[in-house]
Each structure stands twice: as structure tokens, then as C-alpha cells.
């Protein structure tokens, strides 16, 4: 059985004071079981939420990291360092990534594995955009993104991957992907993946992005293969981000 992951990515938001108010509330919350949960908030406040999450379900995750484990690299941050503060997940390939940062298919797969070599639980985002989805290339797209990387990690690295599947045109918009359109790109996601190992597939865990909100989460996470959700603007709130967190249960 593949436990349920939620996953809330504050991008370039969040403050202080939303961590200690995630932290106390997660303190006092009843959640479903089994569920992970993971938190993804800008650098500078990983160690207050370190601080502010013990105790609670929630643990921490990275939106990026550099391939290096030090050097010269101004403003950039290794899994090593990311290791020191608790990380545990961290994204590679998210679309924000790819198109302001030009972050193509190598450069995910050597962050990705950067993640692991930290032992940190990657992340792997991939998704289309509008134009490629209305061309009718979604699954060329897709799995193009999911094919580069895993062909290249040997088994035992492939079963600690985290696939999140999240439709460009959907993320921030208010646009979301019908079920159906979700379940079918995750479906062809685990049949690839059943091509290396039909054990790893059945084991792999997919999570939705784009717009999840606590009014669609429980028809989303309610698909064979959706297992969780990477989680934007409603992760910022509270109140919402508990309703996703029990649609998971």
C-alpha cells in the first residue's frame, strides 16, 4: 500500500510567524494515518520551522538545491547544507524552475541526484504546458521528462523517487485538471515506470500539482493512481491545508 504524501510548496512566501502558526496548529491537529506530510518553505526559514515542526507530522523539504556539495556558487545551496538543517524531500525540475532558471532535463537529473546523494528524497516534477497539451503531446512530454531521468538512476535509487505530475497551465491559475486528465497522465507514468520494474511501479508514489485546493482534493486524491498532492497558494493557509491533508485520508 502506498502511503498518502501531501506536500505544501510555499515557493517564495511565507514569514516567520506563518511557520509558528503551522507549527502550532499541526501540534494540535487529528490527522488521517497513514499520511506523510512535508513543508517546503524558503531557505531562510528552514531552521525555524525545524524548531516550530518538532513534534508534529510535518517535515521539512527544499524547493532546489545545487548539484555541488560546496564551491563557487554564489547564492546556491548543496544537499549537504540543506542535510544540517533536517531536510528530508526535496523538488527537482519544478516547471517555475525550468522556465525562469532554463533548468533542462540534465540539470534536474543531476539536482535529483544530488537529493539522493544527500539523502534527501527527491522530488521529480514534470508537467506540460497549454500549447503542448492542446498540440496533444502531453504523454510525449511527460514521460520524455520522467524517461531522461530515471533511465539514467539504478534500480535502488528509482524506488526512493517521488513523481509529481503538474500541468503547466494549471499551476497558479485557478485551472485545475480533471480528474480524469490527471489520473490518465499518472497511469501512463506507472505503466512506464513498470517498464524497469513492475514492483517499483506498483510501489511509486504520484502526487498532483496544479491548483489542488480543499474544494478538488478529494476528487483528485480519490484516483487509483494520484497518491498525494504538491500543494501551492493553498499551503499557505492553514485552515486549507489541513482540509487537503484529511481529503488524503
Given at each position: ?5 501531501i ?5 517564495m512566501?511565507?514569514s516567520?510567524a ?13 490527522l ?10 524558503p ?6 520551522a ?6 508534529t ?6 524547493q532546489t ?6 564551491g563557487a ?7 549537504r547544507?540543506?542535510?544540517e538543517?533536517?531536510?528530508e524531500?526535496?523538488l527537482a ?6 522556465q ?5 532535463d540534465?540539470?534536474v537529473?543531476d ?21 503542448e ?12 521528462q520522467?524517461?531522461y ?22 499551476i ?17 507514468i506507472?505503466?512506464?515506470?513498470a ?37 501551492g ?6 485552515d486549507?491545508?489541513l482540509?487537503?491533508?484529511?481529503s488524503?485520508g
Amino acid at each position: 500500500m502506498r502511503t498518502p504524501l501531501i506536500a505544501g510548496n510555499w515557493k517564495m512566501n511565507g514569514s516567520a510567524a506563518l511557520v509558528e502558526e503551522f507549527g502550532r496548529a499541526f501540534a494540535e491537529a487529528t490527522l488521517p494515518a497513514p499520511l506523510d506530510l512535508v513543508i517546503l518553505p524558503p531557505f531562510p526559514y528552514l531552521d525555524a520551522a525545524r524548531r516550530a515542526f518538532d513534534g508534529t507530522a510535518l517535515r521539512l523539504g527544499a524547493q532546489t538545491l545545487n548539484p555541488l556539495h560546496s564551491g563557487a556558487r554564489t547564492g546556491e545551496v548543496s544537499g549537504r547544507m540543506l542535510k544540517e538543517f533536517g531536510v528530508e524531500y526535496a523538488l527537482a525540475g519544478h516547471s517555475e524552475r525550468r522556465q525562469l532558471y532554463r533548468e533542462d532535463d540534465e540539470a534536474v537529473h543531476d539536482r535529483l541526484l544530488a537529493a539522493l546523494n544527500a539523502d534527501i528524497t527527491p522530488i521529480l516534477c514534470v508537467g506540460e504546458t497549454l500549447e503542448e497539451r492542446d498540440a496533444g503531446k502531453t504523454l510525449e512530454v511527460v514521460l520524455r521528462q520522467v524517461g531522461y531521468v530515471m533511465a539514467r538512476l539504478e534500480p535502488g535509487q528509482r524506488e526512493r523517487v517521488i513523481i509529481a505530475y503538474e500541468p503547466v497551465w494549471a499551476i497558479g491559475t485557478g485551472r485545475t485538471a480533471s480528474p480524469g486528465q490527471a489520473q490518465e497522465v499518472m497511469a501512463a507514468i506507472r505503466e512506464y515506470q513498470a517498464g524497469f520494474d513492475r514492483e517499483l511501479a506498483a510501489g511509486l508514489r504520484l502526487l498532483y500539482g496544479g491548483s489542488m485546493n480543499a474544494g478538488n482534493a478529494a476528487e483528485l486524491l480519490a484516483q487509483p493512481d494520484i497518491d498525494g498532492g504538491l500543494v501551492g497558494g493553498a499551503s499557505l493557509k492553514v485552515d486549507d491545508f489541513l482540509a487537503i491533508c484529511q481529503s488524503a485520508g
